[in-house]
């Protein structure tokens, strides 16, 4: 937002001379406060709070001036305001923490001033006195607008409601912001079994205690505090979330007060991506903080010797051997989840380390600290630093160890037939996921095809349409047959298919040819099989369907 709110300064202000712009921002500031507190009679606290955070609306409002002159610009901004109404609810949103890209959605019908609606106002003031920051009161009305329908009174008495639960002012601010829903009087079963497993998990399990001793107890460690706790809460459901993290010793409270957010959620991404359920990887997360140092370095594991420390039998890692070629070799462990889905094993891998059984992966890391990797592969590392495109190509080879490719030489093999950047490779590999293929099956059609990768996703949902909708196939043919992806619809698939059902319709010939026999077939044997099933096939090919 900060960014946004430079450009839109420096194009709006671009007729006041530079070093009045402070000048004509700071007065401009003043004005509006004074406007919304000596003319709307709004509380002087609350309309500084508006005007100083409503930096775009301010903008807006001054480019509206038809010249400026330092002199007189005061007067002539006061002057403006006198006789030209600024719509208040812009200031406001925008004050409160709201990007003005949202405002349309959120301006209420042909209103302009706070009086015309009865609390949005009195709402923000009650929240506000009672400790909530005033640019944060935005979070509370994107996610939970119906608090701001409340009377004054009423609003006032659910706060100290939220009070009685054992929780301070700034205790009760952290939890609303986390959980807007705290508001929606419709739920309150729900709201009750929150407020008392937070009682739990800040009072018997120690969670206000922790982190009172670190010296932090303002709004933001509050909020931040709350927002990891909401991480799980989200992510069993809603349920028992003093029982989850609390539980096991309270290995759960450490983990919460140790760890950031953002460590929190690439840790609970990394586990969702081996398909689990999300109530499994928030007990897994709770109860094995071991995985925390895995997950988040970059280290590399040897895959076969993983698969065999997990319990494969020999019989069952020749298979991978013979047909998964592509994911063999050295691999990095933030891409461990998505080189178990090419293989079909997410599901397999996640039931061996979880419910306690999480000290597999440690042992195993820690006993394989120096991984020896493909000496081809590392040369073809080297040739990627010294071409002309190198963070390119880097790009590309990281998109596919991303998807589950090994360090090896059929992933060097890949690489020089893709084409594209990164992201829109990867919006070609969603695009297939999207339609239905699995994970390891898509996998599988790029070491058959790799140049399934060129089409864009436009292409390839139409190619894959007309061979479910006109052709009547199943998507498994794609498994076996990925190259059909490649050929040109209107050109070559649409033609050829229909011109195999005349043959069929006529009664020319009864043989079912395959979709590879029908579409990959050169032209020449294609007029050469046609001439063999009757020698007038081919003139009907050249005049109604040839291209």
Known sequence: MSLHRHVCRTSKLSKIPRKYKQFAIAQ??????????????????FADQISKNSNNALMNLITKLSAFSP???????????????INEFEFFFESIG???????????????????????????????????????LGVLYEESGWVFKWGASELKDRLCGFKGYGFCNVQVVGICLAFPSVFDGQKGAEVEALFCDLRLLFGKFGLAKCVEEKGNNGVDDWVGLCRKIRLFYDLNGGKNIGELIGGSNGVGVGVVVEHGEEELVQTIEYFCRF???????????VNGP??????????????????????????DVDIVKRDYGHVLGTVKLCNLPNVMRALGLHEWFFEKIKGGNHSLLVSFVANNREVVGDKGYTSFLKDIEVSRTPTHNMSKLNFLHGIGFGENALTMYIFSYIHGTSDE?????????????????????ITLDPKILRQNPELLEQKINFLCQEMGQSLEILVTFPSFLCFDLENRIKPRYRFHLWIMEKG?????YSIASIVATSNRNLVSRAFKIHPAAPKHWFEQFIP
């Not at 398909?275 to 997360?285: P, T, W």
């Not at 020319?508 to 079912?512: A, E, I, Q, V």
Request: hydrophobic fraction near 40%.
């Open 425 to 445: 490779l990867q919006e070609r590999f969603d695009c297939l996921l999207h339609r239905g293929i699995e994970f390891s099956k898509v996998c599988k059609m």
């Open 290 to 315: 071991e995985l925390w140092e895995l997950v988040l370095k970059m280290g590399k594991v040897n895959v076969l010797k993983l698969l065999k420390h997990f319990g494969m039998s020999s019989n």
């Open 275 to 285: 398909g689990a359920k999300k109530e499994e990887v928030a007990r897994l997360i």
């Open 508 to 512: 020319l010939s009864s043989k079912r």
């Open 71 to 85: 002199p007189h610009y005061p007067h002539n901004l006061n002057k403006f305001l006198r006789y030209n109404p």
């Open 28 to 45: 401009g500031q003043k004005s509006v406060t004074d406007y919304l507190h000596a003319t709307r009679c709004i509380p002087y606290a």
């Open 98 to 136: 709201i990007h003005p890209s949202k405002f349309p959605s959120l301006f209420p019908q042909n209103k302009l001033f706070f009086s015309e609606d009865e609390t949005l106002l009195d709402a923000a003031c009650v929240l506000s006195e009672f400790g909530f920051p005033w640019d944060k």
